[in-house]
């Protein structure tokens, strides 16, 4: 069973920068691919970012291409979301969610085939 934990959300200003970090305690053991979700109140779950498990493929919803920049780091099993240049638009609860990928470069968009999700964390784009 693979857990995950976020961290890193927060209140920001517009324009500013904000990374979020998730914390996969078996990143390095299997191989997972790797998402950002997030939900806003009274809104449905987005699709933000993806990554392979090799971290050479990712993906990005055209409202953060450009902005949003996802990372991993194995070998501490985490996956990183660098959002820089944040609107209020962005301000939502983020969740990373995992998949087992059998793929190096394999890239999941679909939420209902992600297995492991984590609590969440709140960004909060504001001045």
């Known amino acids: 069973q693979l857990q995950l934990v976020e961290s890193g959300g927060g209140l920001v200003q517009p324009g500013g920068s904000l990374r979020l970090s998730c914390v996969g305690d078996?990143?390095?053991?299997?191989?997972?691919?790797v998402g950002w979700f997030r939900q806003a109140p009274g809104e449905e779950r987005e699709g933000v970012s993806f990554?392979?498990?090799?971290?050479?493929?990712?993906h990005y919803a055209d409202s953060v291409k450009g902005r949003f920049t996802i990372s991993r780091d194995n070998a501490k099993n985490t996956v990183y979301l660098e959002m820089n240049n944040v609107k209020p638009d962005d301000t939502a609860v983020y969740y990373c969610?995992?998949?087992?990928?059998?793929?190096?470069?394999?890239?999941?968009?679909?939420?209902?085939?992600?297995?492991?999700w984590g609590q969440g964390t709140q960004v909060t784009v504001s001045s």
């Open positions: 990554i392979s498990r090799s971290g050479d493929a990712t």
């Open positions: 969610a995992a998949v087992v990928s059998y793929y190096a470069d394999y890239i999941e968009t679909n939420p209902r085939l992600y297995d492991y």
């Open positions: 078996g990143f390095t053991r299997d191989y997972y691919a």
